[in-house]
């Protein structure tokens, strides 16, 4: 965020507030990126490879487990509600989009390589009909 943590606290009551701006930040951008793409496959491919490359991600992995964990599993949240659905929009299928966040989820653990990405997007996309 380039600012100190005392003036971070002052917009943010706690690390789980900061974490959760930090989360609907970043969904907000995952989404446009989805919906700017030109194709379903593109939309997967370039979000695969956000996620894949993302830093703060990688350093959650491996400096904050706990609250990572949270933030994945959170079905009900807000948040993992919204980008399905944008994803459900983008790829005209809720099913197709509940397969495509779970595979984008698992890069948040294990990211892929930009081939990895894009192979996996159009097996994802040919396989599910999306």
């Known amino acids: 965020s380039e600012v100190s943590r005392a003036t971070l606290y002052n917009h943010y009551r706690d690390k789980d507030s900061v974490l959760r701006a930090l989360?609907?930040?970043?969904?907000?951008?995952?989404?446009?990126?989805?919906?700017?793409?030109?194709?379903?496959?593109?939309?997967?491919?370039?979000?695969?490879?956000?996620?894949?490359?993302?830093?703060?991600?990688?350093?959650?992995?491996?400096?904050?487990?706990?609250a990572l964990a949270t933030l994945l599993i959170a079905q009900s949240d807000p948040l993992w509600i919204s980008f399905q659905g944008a994803l459900a929009q983008v790829l005209d299928d809720e099913n197709s989009a509940s397969l495509a966040l779970r595979w984008l989820i698992g890069q948040v653990i294990a990211p892929l390589t930009l081939i990895q990405s894009r192979i996996q997007a159009e097996a994802l996309t040919l396989r599910a009909d999306f």
Not at 44 to 58: E, R, V
């Open 23 to 66: 989360a609907a930040s970043e969904v907000a951008r995952l989404i446009a990126i989805a919906q700017s793409a030109t194709n379903s496959t593109d939309a997967l491919a370039a979000l695969s490879i956000q996620i894949s490359n993302d830093g703060a991600l990688a350093s959650m992995r491996l400096r904050d487990q706990g």
